[in-house]
C-alpha cells in the first residue's frame, strides 16, 4: 500500500503536536497555509477527519492523534538512524601500517598528508598484524603483499624491488665491485627475505648460511645495516629515506622485481568512504611522484 506523502505527515505530527497550524508552520518554515493544504490533502488521501477546531486550537482527532503519534516515533527512530550515520562518518580514520613501511615512508610524509588532503583526524597504528578491517575498528590498511583480500577493496600504490645496501663506512671496508664480491662480506639476514633470491638473479651460486645477524623486521635489519654492522638486502620503498639521508648507500646498481608490493587496502561499505578516497588518491600520487624522481 502506498504511504502517503512524507510531507503530509510531518505537517500533521507537528500540527498535532502544538494543536496549532500557525505554530507548525513556524516550525517547519513554511506558512500557515501550506500546513493546512497538506493536512486536508492528507484527510482526502484517509478519507478521515484529523483535526477539529476548539475555539484557537485545532484539536487533532483520535485517529490524527493516534496517526500523528506513530509518525512521531517513526520520526526518532530516523533521527537516531542519520545520528549514527553521522557519527560513523566522523571521527578519527584509522590506518593500519607495518613499522617499516610506517617509519621510512609514511611518518616523513605526515605533515603533506595532513596539509593536502585537509584531514586532521587520523589515528596511525603501526602493528606487524594484518588487520581486520571489518573488525578491528581500522578504516586504512597499507598493506605489503600480493593481494587481492576478499571482502576488500585495493589498489597498488609500490612494486617492490630488492638490492642490497650498506653504510658508507662498511662500503669502505669491503670494496664491491661486482655482485661476487659479497660472497665473501657480512650480510645480514632476513626471515623472509633470503640472499638466495638476489644471488640467483644476478646468476651466482649463493653461499652457504654462516652464522649472521638475522631479523624478522626489515626496520631492525636497517638500522642494523645502518651502523656498519653488514649488508642488507633491502625492499626499495622501505630503505628510500635512509637512502636520500646518506645512511645507507647501494655498493651496486640495478634491482630485481619481486612479487609483492605496498597496497591501500579499504571497505567499499565503509561510512567515511568520501575521506578514504580522498586519502586513497593522496597516496597514489605521492608513490607516483617517488617513482617520478
Given at each position: 500500500?502506498?504511504?502517503?506523502?512524507?510531507?503530509?505527515?510531518?505537517?500533521?505530527e507537528?500540527?498535532?503536536?502544538?494543536?496549532?497550524?500557525?505554530?507548525?508552520?513556524?516550525?517547519?518554515?513554511?506558512?500557515?497555509?501550506?500546513?493546512?493544504?497538506?493536512?486536508?490533502?492528507?484527510?482526502?488521501?484517509?478519507?478521515?477527519?484529523?483535526?477539529?477546531?476548539?475555539?484557537n486550537?485545532?484539536?487533532?482527532?483520535?485517529?490524527?492523534?493516534?496517526?500523528?503519534?506513530?509518525?512521531?516515533?517513526?520520526?526518532?527512530?530516523?533521527?537516531?538512524?542519520?545520528?549514527?550515520?553521522?557519527r560513523?562518518?566522523?571521527g578519527?580514520?584509522?590506518?593500519?601500517?607495518?613499522?617499516?613501511?610506517?617509519?621510512?615512508?609514511?611518518?616523513?610524509?605526515l605533515?603533506?598528508?595532513?596539509?593536502?588532503?585537509?584531514?586532521?583526524?587520523?589515528?596511525?597504528?603501526?602493528?606487524?598484524?594484518?588487520?581486520d578491517?571489518?573488525?578491528?575498528?581500522?578504516?586504512?590498511?597499507?598493506?605489503y603483499?600480493?593481494?587481492?583480500?576478499?571482502?576488500?577493496?585495493?589498489?597498488?600504490?609500490?612494486?617492490?624491488?630488492?638490492?642490497?645496501?650498506?653504510?658508507?663506512?662498511?662500503?669502505?671496508?669491503y670494496?664491491?665491485?661486482?655482485?661476487?664480491d659479497?660472497?665473501s662480506?657480512?650480510?645480514?639476514?632476513?626471515?623472509?627475505?633470503?640472499?638466495?633470491?638476489?644471488f640467483r638473479?644476478?646468476?651466482?651460486?649463493?653461499?652457504?648460511q654462516?652464522?649472521?645477524?638475522?631479523?624478522?623486521?626489515?626496520?631492525?635489519?636497517?638500522?642494523?645495516?645502518?651502523?656498519?654492522?653488514?649488508?642488507?638486502?633491502?625492499?626499495?620503498?622501505?630503505?628510500?629515506?635512509?637512502?636520500?639521508?646518506?645512511?645507507?648507500?647501494?655498493?651496486?646498481?640495478?634491482?630485481?622485481?619481486?612479487?609483492?608490493?605496498?597496497?591501500?587496502?579499504?571497505?567499499?561499505?565503509?561510512?567515511?568512504?568520501?575521506?578514504?578516497?580522498?586519502?586513497?588518491?593522496?597516496?597514489?600520487?605521492?608513490?607516483?611522484?617517488?617513482?617520478?624522481?
Amino acid at each position: 500500500m502506498r504511504l502517503p506523502p512524507f510531507s503530509s505527515l510531518v505537517a500533521l505530527e507537528a500540527a498535532a503536536r502544538h494543536k496549532s497550524y500557525s505554530r507548525a508552520a513556524q516550525e517547519l518554515f513554511v506558512t500557515h497555509g501550506a500546513v493546512s493544504q497538506q493536512v486536508r490533502k492528507l484527510e482526502e488521501e484517509l478519507g478521515v477527519q484529523l483535526f477539529a477546531r476548539r475555539g484557537n486550537q485545532m484539536e487533532p482527532t483520535a485517529t490524527g492523534a493516534a496517526l500523528a503519534a506513530r509518525v512521531g516515533e517513526a520520526m526518532a527512530t530516523l533521527r537516531q538512524g542519520v545520528d549514527s550515520a553521522r557519527r560513523a562518518a566522523s571521527g578519527p580514520i584509522v590506518i593500519s601500517a607495518g613499522p617499516a613501511f610506517a617509519t621510512s615512508w609514511l611518518s616523513p610524509r605526515l605533515a603533506r598528508l595532513s596539509m593536502e588532503t585537509g584531514e586532521l583526524d587520523l589515528t596511525i597504528r603501526v602493528e606487524d598484524r594484518v588487520a581486520d578491517l571489518a573488525t578491528d575498528g581500522v578504516d586504512v590498511a597499507l598493506r605489503y603483499g600480493i593481494g587481492p583480500w576478499a571482502g576488500m577493496e585495493s589498489v597498488r600504490l609500490m612494486d617492490e624491488r630488492i638490492f642490497p645496501v650498506c653504510s658508507p663506512s662498511l662500503l669502505a671496508r669491503y670494496p664491491i665491485e661486482k655482485p661476487e664480491d659479497l660472497l665473501s662480506a657480512p650480510l645480514l639476514r632476513h626471515t623472509d627475505l633470503p640472499w638466495s633470491v638476489w644471488f640467483r638473479a644476478m646468476g651466482v651460486e649463493p653461499p652457504e648460511q654462516r652464522p649472521a645477524l638475522g631479523f624478522d623486521g626489515s626496520a631492525m635489519m636497517l638500522d642494523a645495516a645502518t651502523q656498519g654492522l653488514g649488508f642488507a638486502l633491502a625492499r626499495g620503498g622501505y630503505a628510500k629515506r635512509d637512502l636520500d639521508e646518506g645512511r645507507l648507500v647501494r655498493p651496486l646498481p640495478g634491482s630485481i622485481d619481486v612479487e609483492t608490493g605496498h597496497n591501500f587496502v579499504w571497505r567499499a561499505e565503509n561510512p567515511k568512504l568520501p575521506r578514504i578516497l580522498k586519502l586513497r588518491d593522496w597516496f597514489l600520487k605521492a608513490t607516483e611522484d617517488d617513482r617520478a624522481r
